[in-house]
């Protein structure tokens, strides 16, 4: 199983990144997927999840309303486009399959002016 995270960089505060997480090695379309953030010193946190057929999301309630999760399962893909993003935001953010074991390695999203 791989999850492969892309998209992460330096953006100034209220700008946008679009994060996508490349998945191989098990039925994608089966699995729910996630993403969360975990800052240094703090839990990890849910940002984004969307189910696996019907694509239902449900978000943080830090980013409802400015964070789109989406899926694309011809691809394996599942993408969070994040926009007016605060410095706060700054952190690794990680792909993950919901009710497994498997993380990707995580991209950093640094917010800065």
């Not at 993408?79 to 007016?84: A, F, P, T």
């Amino acid at each position: 199983v791989q999850l492969v995270e892309s998209g992460g960089g330096l953006v100034q505060p209220g700008g946008s990144l679009r994060l996508s997480c490349a998945a191989s090695g098990f039925t994608f379309s089966s699995y729910g997927m996630s993403w969360y953030r975990q800052a240094p010193g703090k839990e990890r946190e849910l940002v984004a999840g969307i189910s696996s057929v019907r694509a239902i999301t449900n978000y943080g309630v830090s980013v409802e309303g400015r964070f789109t999760i989406s899926r694309d399962n011809a691809n394996n893909t599942v993408s969070l486009q994040m926009n007016n993003l605060k410095p706060e935001e700054t952190t690794v953010y990680y792909c993950h399959a919901v009710r497994s074991n498997w993380w990707g390695q995580g991209t950093q999203v640094t917010v800065s002016s």
